[in-house]
């Protein structure tokens, strides 16, 4: 069984940074493009970032130049990093594994001062 845990999240002022981790189970995460999305309160879920399993990237315009995702095929992990963190920010963050329809629990982040 699949399995991705979310870790990092928590409170944070503006900004601040955070680091985002999606560890995995029951699967390799480097055979597959990893994304992480959010939802804000009221909206709809949003995707961030991508890394392929060639390891390119994509990010979603609004957080370009502020966030990097990246991974640790040895520990099975993706991270997010966040910088430069803005209320706008403030969501429930998500990994997923696109083509296994697997997602994690989420972490919360909140950007407040």
């Known amino acids: 069984q699949v399995q991705l845990v979310e870790s990092g999240g928590g409170l944070v002022q503006p900004g601040g940074s955070l680091r985002l981790s999606c560890a995995a189970s029951g699967t390799v995460l480097s055979n597959y493009h990893i994304n992480w999305y959010r939802q804000a309160p009221a909206k709809q879920r949003e995707l961030v970032a991508t890394i392929t399993s060639l390891g390119f990237t994509n990010y979603a315009d609004v957080v370009k130049g502020r966030f990097t995702i990246s991974r640790d095929n040895a520990k099975n992990t993706v991270y997010l990093q966040m910088n430069s963190l803005k209320p706008e920010d403030t969501a429930v963050y998500y990994c997923?594994?696109?083509?296994?329809?697997?997602w994690g629990q989420g972490t919360l982040v909140t950007v407040a001062s």
């Open positions: 997923n594994v696109g083509r296994l329809g697997v």
